[in-house]
């Protein structure tokens, strides 16, 4: 007991309700740190860590991990946030919001026994180490129970958190809250009646972009110097950020103050580094903005991965491939290559930017064939988790789904369907975000134009603070004090409309092929 | 009571020895990885986290280690190492050790009130924030009162931890268990007795050393890959290595696995390079070569601060400052700096290293000056616990003891008593651990040589595996298994002597000198 003051000012504080309110902010500083933990050991991980790291590390997260839950999670725990939620006046509207948050966490928690997690959790290492020899050897054989395996798993832990609900369903809401199939399923239908027949006639054009005057050899150091350059010109607050070097660029790291982004740099793809740093800003800044007083709670980090992706997607994609920015971006290209960018007009980057091509990775997708490569996912998904497939089913659907949206052929399985982490990680239901993020970007977009700004004034400029403000006001500062839907109304007047999303790449890559 | 499963454990395992077999066990890996995350967290941020980072990180930290406290502080863990140390034959050596440790690690904490070291940790942060400032603007007044209300509230714990003991014993034996001043006494008035009128003959003597040699600018990318080369001639294993960049060098980081060296290098002085990366290495070989199966436990790292600062001033003085070693070495500045070093010889490196210079900064201070350094302040630390000096005669007893030991006089306190930032960390007693861990070094040597190993030829070989292992079997490989007087005596024979260190200098700088 006396390991855990907190659980004897709970038992005592029965009829106290300011013991409630000490004892709840307690709860919340010791999650806060275990999340600060676990988030920096894990987000510098592969970034900084010895290979000999791995093993003690891999044991100090899990049994963080565990702490974390079991706070969570401590029975007395439930009935504390319901005596807190019945006296709103007492507790405030921060701490309302805390326990909202903090009671939904619990309960995506408290239904699965312990020992199913940990059981779980130990099948996805074994998995990710599976998959990862299987993706390099090209063996999918090798990788197929585990999906079956992970997929059965997550189908009982569904049951147990919500009984009778479909378990796909579950796994949707969990990483997007208030989705499902009824959500997505019209959303995808939407984006496949766009994407496909326009991808066909941006294939058959005369009129394709070339990308011939990204093409060259770019030293490294000046590489990372001009992600510099472009997290300055973004508006990132270098002041809160580490950057490090990795094979698969991602945004971690523990709090407010602190964000890290792990990127890499290709001597031959000059691009692939100006997308992935303007991708990860977007992130950066939800992170860095989040309202200060919400920094040791709940309500800290962005409301939900969908978002998240919106954040990211829009710097990389509606602001970083626009033709507007195309003038800022080349400037400091050529500060940094000028012999390379010497020459180059705007218009020319901003086609070697947008050339839409079919391709067999989704990492390495243009912006609009991109949210094919999640449909295929979510359909396979879907199958999966209805029992219509199997995990042996994987490679034919796979093969089908890629020549009938994108055209192309695959011709193995490593870059097919080994390519991603995710299923290996247990993360079901997770891909869909990145098109949902895609598809809320434009629809901020549309709302910052209608509410008066002159986007791509702010754009050609490279003073992207109005962008940042309006952003910062509606969407950053809340952190997950709102949900998502909460902050589309708010922001844009309306729920989500994926007719922003399929207007905008229909305008845009019309007029980039001519069509 | 759920949030601690451990502690509902305990409660029921009293006629259970093997409950409470798992139940130490589980506690032991609970506080393996709040450690992890401590020293994660608390060795990387100097080294890399962004300015705006401080305040989370000092907040997560200090949660963290009040988690650490209180799982140790527990009132159920008492009893329950009891019950288990009653069972040698059913728990085992190594957690018998593990329990051993573990109590007193305990016995440590447990009597202090949780309020009083809390209020104390918020004392040292304060006291450090206005040390940085004072040492900066020279400014003696504002830190003043800070040490007399440290060593007050450092008496007031030493009090509660061992009532009627001398305080200053107390805390001599908190850095150095088995230590106090009945140890130390004797052991600085021998090493006053020899270093002081030798220091005197050198600076007397007509054959004074040359530092000509290395002097000169040395390129930063250059030195920093030097550092690597050291590494590598030390023997650290790299795969579990990483280095950082810092003002003040330091080792640290989370696990066997994963040990961090910060350092620095300055363009005109590229032996502080050499000797900081040798340092630093020896400490790293310490954590490194700690037997695998105590990662998780409490007999992970050195045993003592004097034991690990005889590794680390080991390879720097004992091995790097030799003559015999002076061969590799300069190969590898060779190597680096082919101009600068092409035409020098090892003699002439060896004594460049070797000039012995009284200086105001301990930090500065060359191999035969040192330990004066350490007496100044263990004799300032008596005065301030016995009641015989406040804070406000330490400028005074500086310069006094200072012209004394050393023969220079003392311009200011900044380059004076406000250089360390030790007692604003309310480190006191922490000092003389340096000064004997180059004690314990010449110990092990001349152990090393009495056993047959060819210590020179090994230094003069540039392979240093006969050192390391004999090291690593009669060292490191105990961790904290072992105290230093058992490590002492089963490694030389003997327990501590510090002949071996006074006859070591004597007869070194005797000959460099000529005297």
Not at 212 to 229: I, M
Not at 465 to 481: F, I
Request: aromatic fraction near 10%; charged fraction near 25%; proline fraction near 5%.
């Amino acid at each position: 007991m006396a390991d855990n003051p907190a659980t004897a000012d709970l038992n005592a504080a029965v009829a106290n309700p300011r013991a409630d309110i000490a004892a709840f902010d307690e709860l919340e500083k010791k999650l806060f740190a275990l999340r600060y933990a676990i988030d920096e050991i894990g987000s510098l991980g592969p970034v900084i860590d010895p290979v000999k790291a791995t093993e003690e590390r891999g044991e100090a997260c899990s049994v963080l991990e565990e702490q974390r839950i079991r706070a969570i999670c401590a029975p007395e725990v439930g009935p504390l946030l319901e005596r807190l939620a019945a006296q709103p006046e007492l507790v405030g509207k921060t701490r309302m919001r805390q326990i909202r948050v903090l009671g939904r966490d619990r309960a995506s928690l408290v239904d699965v026994p312990a020992e199913e997690q940990a059981a779980f959790s130990r099948l996805t290492v074994e998995a990710n180490d599976v998959w990862r020899r299987a993706k390099a050897g090209n063996d999918w054989a090798s990788f197929e129970p585990y999906v079956d395996r992970i997929v059965a798993a997550l189908r009982h832990m569904a049951e147990a958190k919500k009984p009778g609900a479909d378990p796909y369903d579950v796994w949707l809401d969990e990483y997007e809250h208030g989705t499902g199939r009824s959500f997505y399923d019209p959303f995808f239908e939407q984006v496949k009646d766009c994407v496909v027949p326009l991808l066909a006639d941006c294939m058959a054009s005369r009129h394709k972009p070339s990308h011939a005057v990204v093409d060259g050899t770019f030293d490294e150091a000046r590489q990372w110097a001009l992600a510099d350059d472009l997290m300055e010109l973004e508006g990132v607050d270098k002041d809160a950020l580490w950057v490090g070097r990795t094979e698969h660029p991602f945004t971690g790291g523990p709090s407010v103050g602190f964000v890290l982004i792990a990127s890499h740099v290709y001597p031959d793809n000059v691009l692939s580094n100006v997308f992935s740093m303007l991708h990860e800003g977007g992130h950066t800044l939800y992170e860095q903005n989040v309202d200060p007083a919400y920094r040791f709670t709940s309500l800290k980090g962005g409301t939900s991965m969908g978002m998240h992706e919106a954040q990211s997607r829009f710097f990389e994609n509606i602001v970083g491939r626009s033709e507007a920015f195309a003038g800022p971006l080349l400037e400091r290209l050529r500060g940094r290559f000028p012999g390379q960018f010497g020459r180059v007009t705007p218009h020319q980057l901003y086609l070697a930017e947008n050339c839409a091509e079919p391709c067999l990775i989704r990492c390495d997708a243009d912006e609009l064939t991109y949210p094919l490569h999640i449909l295929v996912r979510y359909e396979i998904e879907q199958l999966l988790f209805s029992g219509e497939a199997k995990a042996s089913d994987i490679p034919r659907l796979w093969a089908e789904k890629y020549k009938g949206y994108l055209g192309i052929d695959v011709p193995d399985d490593a870059s097919g369907a080994l390519q991603d982490t995710h299923w290996s990680d247990g993360s079901f239901g997770y891909f869909p975000t990145y098109a949902l993020g895609s598809a809320i970007g434009a629809q901020l977009k549309n709302a910052m134009v209608a509410g008066g700004m002159d986007f791509d004034g702010a754009c050609a400029s490279g003073d992207l603070a109005p962008v940042r403000e309006w952003l910062r006001e509606r969407v950053w500062r809340w952190g997950r004090a709102k949900d998502t839907d909460e902050l589309l109304r708010e922001a844009t007047g309306s729920s989500f409309d994926a007719s922003h999303y399929t207007d905008y790449l229909a305008r845009k890559f019309s007029a980039i092929y001519q069509l």
